[in-house]
T-cell receptor, first 113, second 112 residues
Framework: GENVEQHPSTLSVQEGDSAVIKCTYSDSASNYFPWYKQELGKRPQLIID?????GEKKDQRIAVTLNKTAKHFSLHITETQPEDSAVYFC????????????FGKGTKLTVNP | EAGVAQSPRYKIIEKRQSVAFWCNPI?????LYWYQQILGQGPKLLIQFQNNGVVDDSQLPKDRFSAERLKGVDSTLKIQPAKLEDSAVYLC??????????FGSGTRLTVV
């Protein structure tokens, strides 16, 4: 079955810097890759997603890139702010997201003021 | 649009006791998922329903966990008997035609 690896497990940046989180997946049939932000004690919230027919997607300060050949995808956050501090999870799914999501283990991002 | 409702928010039980969690998905969402999130890890799928049928329960510990979605709407997840390693947050999510998941707030279970 699908396996998603996520790195790094923790990331600390200064406010205004960029943060990059990387994930690799094993199942070449995966075609939907969402990213979730989870604040302490709260539910995971979808922040951006990308489908396999697209190489890059951007939403304001957040972007995701996908390399299908290498089977990896990355989350880029620019101009980080303290409120970006949270745990970020990548995930992968087949069937365009109609099937189960397989999650990475998460990255704890800390943005220092 | 109302979100995915879950109850209770918190539950503390002793090992070997039983517990049940309830989920009400977003209206019209045919697909419902139960995930287990152990502290410090990503959510792991326990079971997926499409309407009232089970699509995937390959990672559900069937000797102690059970789930149902009798009328294709609400769902209940039960653990009997509970073990210490079942301490986790149980997240319910729903989706419609693969258009993004919406997670509930979860039930935090502590087994002592």
């Amino acid at each position: 079955g699908e396996n998603v690896e996520q790195h790094p497990s923790t990331l600390s940046v200064q406010e205004g810097d960029s943060a990059v989180i990387k994930c690799t997946y094993s199942d070449s049939a995966s075609n939907y890759f969402p990213w979730y932000k989870q604040e302490l004690g709260k539910r995971p919230q979808l922040i951006i997603d990308i489908r396999s027919n697209v190489g890059e997607k951007k939403d304001q300060r957040i972007a995701v890139t996908l390399n299908k050949t290498a089977k990896h995808f990355s989350l880029h956050i620019t101009e980080t702010q303290p409120e970006d501090s949270a745990v970020y999870f990548c995930a992968a799914s087949t069937q365009g997201g109609s099937e189960k999501l397989v999650f990475g283990k998460g990255t704890k991002l800390t943005v220092n003021p | 649009e109302a979100g995915v409702a879950q109850s209770p928010r918190y539950k503390i039980i002793e090992k070997r006791q039983s517990v049940a969690f309830w989920c009400n998905p977003i209206s019209g969402h045919a697909t419902l998922y139960w995930y287990q999130q152990i502290l410090g890890q990503g959510p792991k799928l326990l079971i997926q329903f499409q309407n009232n049928g089970v699509v995937d329960d390959s990672q559900l510990p069937k000797d102690r966990f059970s789930a149902e979605r009798l009328k294709g709407v609400d769902s209940t997840l039960k653990i009997q008997p509970a073990k210490l390693e079942d301490s986790a947050v149980y997240l319910c999510a729903s989706s419609f035609a693969g258009n993004g998941y919406t997670f509930g707030s979860g039930t935090r279970l502590t087994v002592v």
